[in-house]
């Protein structure tokens, strides 16, 4: 079987198979670990409420599982460990980040974001390793990440509610936004595979999305579901692939246009071929001014840069209010120079093909792992790009599920190659 149209009615009833498969073997303590990690970001960033101190409970549960992580990959035997060639790049980012330490004094806040990475370079691992010698299909992540996302869902419901629309009572709009991009992920590789259902929960989410009011979620999410359908082949699909296109786009003109709540969220009245000085700090809610003062101070160390958090301090003695740059990539150029950027984007960039090319094997040859590998893609692709204007790098209940993904296809994707 080589045609992926093919696939969609073909690999369904293989795909539930290898459900009931997976379910008849009880997971171990990493896939309990794992688990609950799935099922913990589902309350986003609720917990950065409760504080003991100068500490919020979500700090506390970064070490947590930075150290759980990293602990049980460690213990696992010599055979089951191992640090496959699409993580090495991220790994050795994480030793310059590690290194930078030694030149450069970190902030507080910035040996939080180190901890975080290092959570996810540990997750990370530990995902790709339990799946891998598990050697069946993982029927947890899917199942897990689901419930999730629907906890989440559930709870801003409530607080919209409560608190209309865009609402940020417990968590906020953005974070809410943001985190449920990776269930949307999810739900699309199952509607590529021909579940109708997915489809209706995919279009849920993208209502809530919008309903939070936050605009790179939205224009993110329609994005990927591009993305979840572009590389088909066949004229068929090419006519289904226009007409996403030209839903997608009626879709945002419309929300964009007509919607007011959401239509109020973009300069009122600004011209948006023209968009400088003022207008264009109004598009971006201030992020080109904060974007314009990080550029200029990353410029006076671009090689090595100024320490882990040194872009926060450097925002945060001009605008008091803000603590982040909103560019991860930015911050990565600004805190660890040009050397530490590269190594960031080679990682990323690794991570990108590695799901791509598992999830084009896969598909090619019928497996029902596909929706695995391509969510992993599609989460990738949700995560990274709203780095351009939001602070997912350094959110726990971003980059933690995500590396379990990611982590699950790369050892699906090895296991099967073996």
């Not at 969609?8 to 290898?18: E, H, I, K, L």
């Not at 990370?124 to 629907?150: I, R, Y």
């Not at 009122?268 to 023209?274: K, P, Q």
């Not at 596909?370 to 997912?392: K, P, Q």
Request: charged content about 15%; glycine content about 8%; hydrophobic content about 55%.
């Amino acid at each position: 079987m080589t045609g992926g149209h093919q696939l969609g009615a073909s690999s369904v009833p293989f795909g539930r198979a290898a459900y009931r498969r997976a379910s008849l073997r009880l997971p171990g303590r990493e896939e309990h670990f794992l688990i609950a990690v799935l099922a913990v970001c589902g309350i986003v960033d609720w917990l950065h409420l409760i504080r003991f101190g100068e500490t919020s409970a979500l700090a506390i549960l970064t070490v947590l599982w930075a150290l759980l992580s990293w602990c049980l990959w460690l213990v696992q035997a010599r055979g089951k460990r191992h640090v496959s060639r699409p993580v090495r790049p991220f790994l050795l980012f994480l030793a310059w980040v590690l290194a930078s330490l030694a030149w450069a004094a970190p902030t507080t806040l910035g040996v939080q974001n180190v901890v975080l990475l290092m959570t996810f370079a540990g997750v990370l691992l530990l995902s790709e390793n339990t799946v891998a010698s598990a050697g069946t299909f993982p029927a947890w992540v899917g199942k897990s990440l689901v419930g999730a996302t629907f906890t989440a869902c559930g709870f801003y419901i409530a607080f919209m509610l409560i608190d209309g629309l865009g609402t940020d009572l417990v968590f906020h709009a953005r974070s809410f936004a943001i985190f449920v991009l990776l269930g949307l992920a999810w739900f699309l590789a199952g509607w590529r595979y021909g579940s109708i259902k997915d489809l209706a929960f995919a279009v849920f989410i993208v209502t809530l999305i919008v309903l939070s009011l936050s605009r790179m979620a939205f224009a993110t999410s329609l994005l990927t579901f591009l993305l979840a359908w572009i590389v088909r082949r066949g004229r068929t699909n090419w006519f289904k692939l226009a007409a996403v296109v030209f839903l997608v786009a009626g879709l945002a003109y419309s929300v964009v246009s007509d919607f007011g709540p959401f239509h109020d969220r973009f300069a009122a009245g600004a011209d948006g071929l023209d968009l400088s000085g003022r207008e264009a700090t109004s598009y971006t809610s201030g992020r080109l001014e904060y974007w314009l003062v990080t550029l200029s101070s990353a410029m006076d160390s671009p090689w090595i840069g100024q320490g882990a958090g040194s872009s926060s301090k450097v925002l945060n003695d001009m605008f008091p209010w803000i603590e982040h740059p909103h560019d991860e990539y930015l911050r990565v150029f600004h805190d660890y120079g040009l050397v530490g950027l590269v190594l960031f984007l080679w990682s990323v960039g690794m991570l990108f093909r590695a799901t791509w090319v598992n999830w084009r094997l896969a598909e090619r040859m019928g497996r029902p792992d596909s929706r695995l590998h391509l969510a992993a893609f599609l989460a990738l692709f949700a995560v990274f790009f709203t780095m351009i204007s939001e602070n997912s790098l350094v959110y726990l209940f971003m980059m933690a599920p995500l590396a379990v993904l990611v982590g699950a296809s790369l050892g699906r994707g090895s296991s099967s190659a073996a």
